[in-house]
Nanobody, 125 residues
Framework: QVRLVESGGGLVQTGGSLRLSCAAS????????MGWFRQAPGKEREFVAG????????SYADSVKGRFTISRDNAKNTVYLQMNSLKPEDTALYYC??????????????????WGQGTQVTVSS
């Protein structure tokens, strides 16, 4: 079993930056593809970014390309999401996810087996 705990969320002004972290425990995720998703009130959970197990292949939602960067430190069992140039439409609850087993990056919610509880990001205009 894998436990994921997100941190780093908060309130920031438009144009600001935040760095989210997702720490895994219970079992190593160093061989697992990882992803970040978000869910705004009244909307479905959507893909934000995904990374393969080695950290050299990535995928981003069009809405965050050029502004967000996903990375991982397998020695620390941690995945990060650096968010720059934040916009009010980035406001959401951000979730970290891990896939059991290997593979590349994945953009579908159904590809992931473990989820964190989420960290709130609020961008004020």
């Amino acid at each position: 079993q894998v436990r994921l705990v997100e941190s780093g969320g908060g309130l920031v002004q438009t144009g600001g930056s935040l760095r989210l972290s997702c720490a895994a425990s219970g079992r190593t995720v160093s061989a697992s593809p990882m992803g970040w998703f978000r869910q705004a009130p009244g909307k479905e959970r959507e893909f934000v970014a995904g990374i393969n197990w080695s950290g050299d292949r990535f995928s981003y939602a069009d809405s965050v390309k050029g502004r967000f960067t996903i990375s991982r430190d397998n020695a620390k069992n941690t995945v990060y999401l650096q968010m720059n140039s934040l916009k009010p439409e980035d406001t959401a609850l951000y979730y970290c996810a891990a896939r059991a087993g290997g593979g590349s990056y994945y953009t579908s919610l159904n590809a992931y087996h473990y989820w964190g509880q989420g960290t709130q990001v609020t961008v004020s205009s």
